[in-house]
């Protein structure tokens, strides 16, 4: 068992730490849920199995690998544990079970995300083993010979922000376990595409390119180089010759798209080309002799598309990747749409089955779909949670939504809880904004929405109408320019907030500061230049060096941070490597630049302590400079002096978000690039909190109450839940005795309010969190026994709940499958920590048979009815004994804050179930007593006493001369239960009435 040693003495704002250790067991139970939405995200690459065309697999740009086995109708995740994204992809021909992935996708963007190497697996998929090669950085494509499934080639792109010997073509032929570089060109040029002719596998093209970045954001800079071409190899990869003249092009070439077949006696390749003049779709029919350029159009070509694709059956029919999937019929000569907006832009791969070529699949911007009728129709795209979302934002309301800018998509309002058991496609909605960006909610009024987007673009979102309206202070768009010829500069994300306090002002950065008073009627720049522009700066022609980039004006603001304790206090971060701040509306700044900061490192998310002005946390992200390490300061000055409290967070993974709790100093969360990290102590010492988070890049994080809510580039947004247990470890981290830790907050809701007809179990849903409340203990051993009680105020036990009692199986009926149930098991009291879930009712009334609900979800407990009053709103006991050692702890009841039910209804509400409980349980007595003796004389002598009192009970139980039984009763006091505990509404006259009635009837 790993162990996180916390420091000896921290002194913190509400006292001191002693020493102690704190074991993973102690965060059992805390668990990761995610939301959603739904909506796929940037799939990169996408290929399937020729021999089960319904079978394929996909990977993401920033989520994995996933594979279906329905031709696209349900997607699961293969790669939870392995590298966030995905650059190649290939099943070996000659054993489909044989899998290789190449992590790091090969587009050069701005925050593209980096991979580790290779990955084999020889089970299709169940199980996976990284094959090494982790400097590669991004790998652009694998080839797999169709005679030996341990033949593999892989294309290296190389790191897109240094130049290193890690690019090229890497050769293995005992499936991964050793590598050969067989193709090194230079240190700046890798390989983006491999190609071969199926007939002649040893017959391989492979596509170089000087991919390289820089720490801005460098689209006006184009990415060719005179090193760029085609290389070929006739031994199957072992050795390589540039092909160069016949009609290709010369000079600086950018990225190239290959495919190859069989073609009469030779070969024939496509290349779509990137390059300045000459640009376009160039075929080959001589294996690369000879080429024509059949489509000279530049805009064919670029870093961000690049793949082709070629019929398996028909060597004159191509697919070119770019905006839209376009397709020839006649060897390039003509091209037309196939797909594209609207339905999809932005396409990066395409496979066709050779063996039955109508079943293909194609990777956009958008997600995965998969045709099996050439094209005819598709798969859905919302089934696969695979989003890249940067910046997040949450709104005051119970429940609280996460708004947040999808990259491709659009932008997302979602609910953290659907009153429907389920997240589903009607509990979100877009809110008007762009891509990838900032999503803020108004905090007096959450239907307004501001929505930063692209180059500076700020939109005012109003849910009542869906108008947005454009309130941007700079409405002419600068993005990707120059940043020497334009007036504003903007970042791949416009950093977009306002202020927790009034007049709650809202912020946008460029390379400087806007502020809004006004809701962005009216903006001021409140700012110089924060980047650290220089006015006698001279080295700015040309290319321009990192070591000048600074002071030649080409950082943007990055993050914002408006203090919550003085209204006219913010914060900036630049990804040129400096920390700003302002207390006086911008009148004046000073720079808080930690000394050790490096230059060009994106100061990614400052956090500002909202229980002491003078505390800050920074976090950076060095991996424009190709420096994959965490970095993250702490300030207990107000920026005066810094600490670094990097140490023990992960080696290998670059920071993106810090947070500080809102209630307990010193407990921190810190998003990286593989998940999250938590410290109890200020920074002093870190461990993984993210027990069931799949690998994803964590760009952003709100603590809400007691939750964290996180968004990842790549695989949605989630949540952890109640994490009130971190607040007390971090106060105290005594272990060593059974400890019942002190419930958060609990809010009477019910499980599912659905009353339609159930979504299936296809249908891909987010999480509702846990209903009722919270109660978490933790026990250092196996314990004999453990109970739970649960008190009223004056005593009164309320629920108990035992580790030797399994809840009792119950009369029902159960019509559906057990996809649709979860039952609760008995108490836990095994050693670790435990969370137990109680649904704050009184204890389920008798009932001579229950029903299921119609409200169930997939994958949880369908609730039997009736279930039980709510307890009424108040404090309760939670009593723990552990082998008979009591602990207590206090727990808080709420209404719905969304309801103002009085007190004196909400007992009328619970006073009337208890009454047809009381009613209930006799009368079930009474059922349960006459059938058994009922069925013990029908098995004694038939005498005619026996026949006679046989026909008394019948006519009790089933009713006799047009007066109801007992059976009728029962059902018709338990749905009179069921409905009565349904609502927080006093029981209506009718309802009363029907209870009265059944009293006189029964005698009671």
């Not at 995905?86 to 963007?109: E, T």
């Not at 590669?136 to 169709?146: F, K, S």
């Not at 499936?175 to 002649?200: E, M, N, Y």
């Amino acid at each position: 068992m790993r162990i996180l040693m916390l420091a000896a003495l921290l002194v913190l704002g509400s006292g001191a730490l002693g020493a102690a250790t704190i074991p993973d067991a102690a965060l059992d139970g805390l668990r990761w849920r995610q939301v959603g939405p739904y909506r796929a995200g940037w799939s990169t690459v996408a290929v399937g199995v020729p021999q089960a065309p319904d079978t394929y697999y996909f990977g993401a740009a920033g989520g994995g690998v996933w594979k279906t086995t329905d031709a696209g109708h349900n997607w699961v995740s293969i790669f939870d544990r392995q590298a966030a994204s995905i650059g190649g992809l290939a099943v070996a021909p000659s054993d489909p079970r044989v899998i290789y992935v190449g992590s790091g996708q090969p587009q050069a963007r701005y925050d593209t995300a980096h991979g580790d190497g290779v990955y084999g697996s020889r089970d299709g998929g169940q199980t996976w083993t990284h094959l090494g090669l982790e400097k590669t950085r991004h790998i652009g494509a694998i080839l797999v010979d169709p005679r030996d499934a341990n033949s593999v080639l892989v294309a290296a792109v190389g790191p897109f922000f240094a130049e290193t010997p890690e690019r090229g073509v890497f050769r293995s032929t005992d499936g991964g376990q050793h590598w050969t570089r067989t193709l090194a060109i230079d240190d700046a040029t890798g390989v983006v595409d491999l190609a071969s002719d199926p007939r002649q596998p040893n017959i391989v093209f492979a596509a170089a390119w000087s991919a390289r970045n820089y720490p801005w954001m460098s689209y006006f800079t184009p990415m060719t180089s005179v090193t760029g071409g085609i290389y070929k190899s006739e031994d199957g990869g072992v050795s390589w010759k540039r092909l160069e003249g016949g009609g290709f092009p010369a000079g600086a070439i950018g990225r190239i798209g290959l495919a190859a077949i069989a073609h009469g006696d030779s070969t024939r390749v496509y290349a779509v080309v990137d390059h300045d003049t000459e640009g376009g779709l160039y075929r080959s029919d001589d294996a690369g002799a000879s080429w024509i350029a059949v489509q000279k159009d530049p805009d064919l070509g670029s870093s961000y598309f690049g793949r082709v694709t070629v019929a398996p059956n028909d060597a004159d029919t191509v697919y070119l990747m770019g905006r839209s999937l376009k397709v020839s019929h006649d060897g390039g000569k003509t091209l037309k749409v196939m797909r594209g907006s609207p339905g999809g832009d932005d396409y990066h791969d395409f496979w066709i089955n050779p063996i039955k070529p109508e079943y293909m699949i194609a990777a956009s911007d958008q997600g995965t779909v998969v045709t099996p009728n050439g094209g005819a129709s598709w798969s859905d795209w919302y089934n696969q949670p695979t989003g890249q979302f940067y910046c997040l934002h949450v709104d005051q309301q119970f429940p609280y939504s996460l708004y947040a800018g999808q990259q491709d998509n659009g932008s997302v309002s979602i609910t953290s809880r659907s009153d429907y058991g389920a997240i589903s496609f009607r509990d979100w909605h877009p809110v008007g904004a762009d891509e990838r960006d900032c999503d803020v909610p108004d905090p007096d009024d959450a239907n307004i929405v501001y929505g930063s987007g692209l180059g500076g673009r700020v939109g005012r979102f109003d849910a009542r109408t869906g108008d947005v309206q454009n309130i941007t202070p700079s409405p002419i768009n600068t993005y990707g320019a120059d940043p020497r010829t334009i007036e504003h500069r903007w970042t791949w994300i416009t950093p977009l907030t306002m202020s927790p306090l009034p007049p709650h002002a809202l912020y946008l950065g460029a390379q400087v500061l806007f502020k809004s008073d006004d809701r962005g009627q009216h903006w001021q720049t409140i700012s110089p230049d924060l980047t650290g522009k220089s006015r006698d700066a001279s080295a700015c022609q040309g290319d321009v060096a990192v070591a000048d980039a600074r002071e030649c004006g080409f950082g943007a603001i990055f993050t914002i941070s408006p203090s919550p304790h003085a209204a006219d206090e913010v914060w900036v971060g630049t990804d040129s490597g400096l920390v700003q701040r302002s207390r006086d509306g911008g009148k004046s700044w000073q720079n808080l630049t930690p000394p050790t900061l490096p230059e060009f490192a994106t100061v990614s998310r400052i956090e500002l302590s909202t229980l002491d002005r003078q505390i800050a946390y920074v976090a950076v992200d060095q991996h424009r400079n190709n420096i994959f390490a965490p970095l993250v300061y702490k300030t207990r000055d107000a920026g005066k002096s810094w600490t670094d409290i990097s140490a023990g967070l992960p080696a290998g993974e670059i920071t993106s978000v810090i947070r500080a709790d809102s209630r307990q100093p010193g407990l921190l969360f810190v998003g990286t690039d593989r998940g999250v990290q938590v410290s109890l102590d200020d920074g002093a010492h870190w461990q993984a909190l993210s027990p069931n988070l799949p690998v994803a890049w964590v760009r952003d994080m709100r603590v809400v109450g007691d939750d964290l809510a996180i968004a990842t580039q790549g695989r949605a947004l989630w949540v952890l839940d109640d994490f009130s247990r971190l607040r007390e470890l971090a106060a105290d981290a005594s272990l060593a005795q059974p400890r019942l830790f002190t419930p958060a907050m609990a809010t009477r809701l019910r499980k599912s309010q659905n009353r339609d007809t159930p979504l299936a179990a296809e249908i891909p849903l987010g999480e509702n969190p846990p209903t009722g409340a919270l109660i978490e203990y933790y026990l250092p051993r196996d314990a004999a026994g453990v109970e739970l009680n649960i008190l009223a105020g004056d005593g009164a036990v309320v629920q108990s709940f035992s580790s030797s009692e399994t809840p009792a199986t119950l009369p029902a009926d159960q019509y559906f499958s057990d996809l649709y149930r979860r039952p609760q098991s008995a108490l836990p009291r095994g050693a670790g920590a435990h969370r137990w879930i109680w649904n704050l009712r009184h204890a389920r009334p008798a009932a001579a048979n229950y029903e299921f609900s119609i409200a169930a979800t997939a994958g949880e407990e369908t609730p039997l009815l009736p279930e039980g009053p709510f307890v009424l709103p108040g404090d309760y006991r939670v009593e723990l004994v552990v082998d008979g050692q009591s602990l207590s702890a206090l727990l808080k009841v709420r209404l719905d804050p969304r309801l103002s039910t009085s007190i004196d209804e909400l007992k009328q509400i619970r006073d009337f179930n208890l009454e047809l409980a009381n009613t209930l349980a006799p009368l079930v007595a009474r059922i349960t007593g006459a059938a058994r003796e009922r069925e013990d004389l029908a098995k004694a002598e038939q005498t005619p006493e026996t026949i006679t009192r046989i026909a008394v009970l019948d006519a009790q139980m089933d009713g006799a001369d047009g007066k109801r039984g007992l059976k009728a009763w029962a059902e018709i006091l338990a749905g009179v239960a069921t409905d009565a505990e349904s609502a927080e509404r006093a029981p209506t006259q009718a309802q009363r009435e029907l209870l009265t009635a059944a009293r006189e009837a029964l005698g009671s």
